[in-house]
């Protein structure tokens, strides 16, 4: 049996995701002002900054950097699998959510 294709999964290097996910995330943001009367883009700042900072004070950054989860990925990623710290940041991703979006 011949080898037909190899697939890579290279997050960013062949497709760049960061303009579709900062137009999907600013969308919600939008949302957000017709609903509760918020600044989008104050929204979207508040919430990727203080992502960020809880992203990297919380037990699962090394982890996360060891294979290359971002902050901003910890917003919307399901962490699908067995392994243990998967099993961790599945549990830890609710709570990291609903704190990036209500920290001052």
Not at 37 to 49: A, M, N, S, W, Y
Request: proline share 4%; aromatic share 12%; net charge negative.
């Amino acid at each position: 049996m011949s080898i037909r294709a190899v697939i890579f999964d290279f997050d960013d290097t062949l497709v760049v995701e960061k303009a579709s996910a900062e137009a999907a995330f600013l969308a919600a943001c939008e949302l957000a002002r017709d609903k509760y009367g918020l600044d989008p883009q104050t929204l979207h700042e508040t919430v990727r900054r203080t992502a960020h900072a809880l992203w990297y004070a919380s037990d699962m950054h090394p982890y996360c950097k060891e294979i290359g989860i971002s902050s901003w990925e910890g917003l919307w990623a399901g962490f699908q699998g067995d392994e243990a710290n998967l099993k961790n940041l599945r549990k830890f991703a609710p709570v990291y959510r609903i704190r990036a979006g209500s920290m001052p």
